[in-house]
């Protein structure tokens, strides 16, 4: 597996590519280096695979909007 390089932002590799479903690949350090930048981009939509020492940790994923409670 390759992890995305600290060029541009978002990266480009992405860990699953299919027409419907795409995780971006990040490391922990990139992960807490953006993590505003990794906000938004959730809130955008996307997702991200994080990797420690080169092996995926974890998944962030966007929640479902409708999901969430509303304010007040």
Known sequence: ???AGS???PPSTSFYDRE???MQVISAAQARR???RIIKLLQEGNSFV????????CKL???DASA???PG
Not at 50 to 57: D, S, V, Y
Request: positive net charge.
């Open 1 to 3: 597996m390759e992890v």
């Open 20 to 22: 419907d479903f795409s």
């Open 50 to 57: 994080i990797t420690k020492n080169g092996k995926p940790a």
């Open 34 to 36: 953006r993590f505003r």
């Open 68 to 70: 969430q409670p509303s």
């Open 7 to 9: 060029g541009s932002w």
């Open 61 to 63: 994923v966007p929640t």
